[in-house]
Each structure stands twice: as C-alpha cells, then as structure tokens.
C-alpha cells in the first residue's frame, strides 16, 4: 500500500494534479473537498467533527482494503502543530499494513491561485475560501 499526501495552499491545483496522477499511478484520490462538500450539503453548514470522522472511516476502510493506495490532498499549515499531529495520526492507521509514505507540496504564485479559484473545476466543489 502507498499514501502520498499531495498537500499545498488552496486552489495550487491539488486536485487537479492529482486526477492526472491517479490515472497515470492507479493510485485512488480522496481529495480534501470530497468530505467537505459532503457533509456541507448534508448538515447545511461546515461541521469539522463530522468531516474528521467521515475522512477516518474512509482511511480505515481503504487500509485494509487490496488497493494499490491513495492520494490524500490537504492544506498542511505546518506552523501548527494540529496539522502534524492529524498527519501522524492518518500515518498510524496506514502503518499496520507496511504503507509506504510519500509527500509532494504542489507550489503556485499567490495571483495564479486567485485566478484557479474561480475556474470551472473549483465550481464543483465550493472553493475554501467561501467556507470561512
């Protein structure tokens, strides 16, 4: 099994890069907007704790399945310690089953963003920035 945590600043194209790496890899996508939107359109509003527990359930499934392995996208502020600490926790529920761990952290100038967050791809899913 491989997890690469595809991580990077909203709309730096996380989930576009990784569509293409899914089908290049056969690596599965679970893109960050996947229980987002999810859980937005059924409680009518952000709910963290259900969106946490609907991304746990859906890791533990996925460990223990015969897949080849994942692509998480997540926006990683690695000046909190939350965010290393929820990595290392997806990490222990992979790490039974000898995961292979891999990081990319997609880059884009902040104008570039701007501009992607308004594309018609993003229109699928509701951008992060009108969530907060």
């Excluded at 991580?7 to 989930?15: E, H, L, W």
């Excluded at 690695?78 to 926790?89: K, L, M, R, S, V």
Aim: charged content about 25%.
């Amino acid at each position: 099994m491989k997890l690469l945590f595809m991580i990077g600043n909203a709309a730096v194209g996380k989930m576009t890069v990784g569509q293409e790496l899914m089908k290049l890899t056969g690596l599965r996508l679970f893109h960050n907007h996947m229980t987002i939107e999810s859980v937005i359109e059924i409680f009518g509003q952000y709910n963290g704790k259900a969106i946490n527990r609907l991304r746990q359930v859906v890791f533990e499934e996925f460990a223990k399945s015969d897949c080849y392995g994942m692509i998480f996208t997540y926006m990683w502020a690695f000046d909190q310690q939350a965010d290393w600490d929820y990595i290392e926790y997806v990490k222990s529920i992979f790490e039974p089953y000898n995961t292979e761990f891999y990081y990319v952290e997609l880059v884009a100038p902040r104008e570039i963003r701007l501009e992607r967050n308004v594309t018609k791809k993003l229109d699928q899913y509701t951008s992060l920035c009108s969530i907060f």
